[in-house]
Each structure stands twice: as C-alpha cells, then as structure tokens.
C-alpha cells in the first residue's frame, strides 16, 4: 500500500456478471482510500484475489481505474478469468495483457523512420545501385 495504512483501504464491487463463454468473471471496482495518495493495481489485485478466492493472481486483469474528484477513491474494472491461459486467450486488448506482464510488448519501428525508408525507396529504380 502506498504509505502505510493498510486498513484503511476499502475495495468494494458492483454491477458484477459470470461470462462463462469467456470465462471470467467481470465487474467494476471501487476503491477507497482516504488519507493515501492512491492504491496500486498489484496491491488490488491481491485484495481481489483473496475476496474471490483466486488461485492465481496474474488471472486478474486491472484497467481503466479514473479518479474521483476530491481523492480518496478510484473507480476501474477488473476481469478475473478462470486462469491465465484463458485471460492470454479471450481478453481482447493486448495493451492490458502488456501491463499486467502476461505477454511479451511488440517493438514497431517509428512512424518516422518507416515514411523517411518508404521515400529513399521510391527514388531508387533499376536493379537499385545509385
């Protein structure tokens, strides 16, 4: 927790649904916190894990936390899939995946460098020597 206090944090759920197609189970999470800077996704995850029972903690997925007005509390979704091969599977946005390390971020060259590489080879004719 970030500086002390764990007591003090408060994690409670709504607008809870089973989706059994893609096994998980999904809902929204609120997060209170008087008096702390703010709560990080690792330390909610555990919560959740052992409020749901959770085997494995890398089976929750953690996004879109927004906080409210004022501070003191942050609200944000949470998947929990049956296990971490089905969350690598059914959760659709791999951004998500990147940040909670389940798969490897993809390296794309710059936007820059592919449109400076694309015109240097529209100038080049023939069999390419110039």
Same mark, same amino acid.
């Given at each position: ?87 690598? $599977? ?31 080879? $529209? ?8």
């Amino acid at each position: 927790m970030a500086g002390g206090g764990s007591g003090s944090v408060t994690i409670r759920t709504r607008r809870f649904i089973a989706n059994p197609l893609l096994k998980r189970r999904q809902m929204v999470v609120e997060v209170y916190h008087p008096g702390l800077a703010g709560v990080s996704k690792k330390d909610i995850g555990e919560k959740l894990a052992k409020m749901f029972k959770v085997k494995d903690v890398n089976s929750i997925v953690l996004f879109n936390f927004k906080a409210a007005f004022g501070g003191g509390k942050h609200t944000g979704f949470a998947c929990i899939y049956d296990s971490v091969a089905s969350a690598k $599977k059914y959760h659709g946005i791999r951004a998500h995946l990147t940040r909670a390390e389940l798969v490897e971020k993809i390296e794309k060259k710059g936007r820059k460098s592919v449109k400076e590489s694309k015109n240097r080879g $529209k100038k080049t004719f023939g069999i390419g020597r110039r």
